[in-house]
């Protein structure tokens, strides 16, 4: 129970920050890329550098990428390969040369390593640009929530003497 409150928290905390709807739509894209992302071992890296270089909001990227865990890894690396085989060998008819056997390690045949590069970033960019509206408009519902609750307006007189609703932030 613990940790799903300290993740709530965290959320919560990214939600209310200064980041508008759209940058946190773009951290969350980043991450889903991410986590197709056909480079095992590389996701940790590419989120730090995403969050760096293109100052997106850590926790949401975080979670975004979170997706693809020790327990879901097998179906989202298959998915890019089997994708990238459709895509290369039946719709593109192209039959590259680049594959490795693993006939001696696990018994089975080869696998192109081609069709499981382009397979995961196609699926990267396809899930990322998916996710992309419908996010946006979570995104700006919940904050917009979140910024009622915490952040009530206030009514303060203008220099013509009316009332107007303004926001603490």
Not at 55 to 84: C, E, H, K, Q
Not at 89 to 111: A, C, R
Request: aromatic content about 18%.
């Amino acid at each position: 129970m613990r940790i799903k409150k300290k993740l709530k928290k965290i959320i919560s905390g990214a939600l209310i920050s200064n980041s508008s709807p759209k940058k946190l739509t773009l951290s969350f894209c980043m991450g889903i890329y991410i986590a197709f992302s056909p480079f095992p071992g590389m996701h940790t890296v590419m989120m730090f550098a995403a969050t760096y270089l293109f100052r997106l909001n850590f926790p949401i990227l975080f979670f975004a990428t979170s997706f693809n865990n020790p327990w879901t890894m097998v179906p989202f690396f298959a998915s890019d390969y089997y994708f990238g085989k459709w895509f290369l060998h039946y719709f593109l008819n192209w039959k590259p040369t680049l594959s490795i056997s693993l006939e001696k390690i696990f018994g089975s045949g080869e696998i192109c390593i081609l069709s499981f590069l382009i397979g995961g970033n196609i699926l990267g960019i396809a899930c990322a640009c998916l996710s992309y509206p419908i996010m946006l408009y979570m995104f700006s519902i919940i904050q917009t929530r979140y910024k009622n609750k915490f952040f009530p307006a206030k009514t303060i007189k203008n220099e013509n003497g009316y009332e107007e609703q303004k926001s603490i932030l």
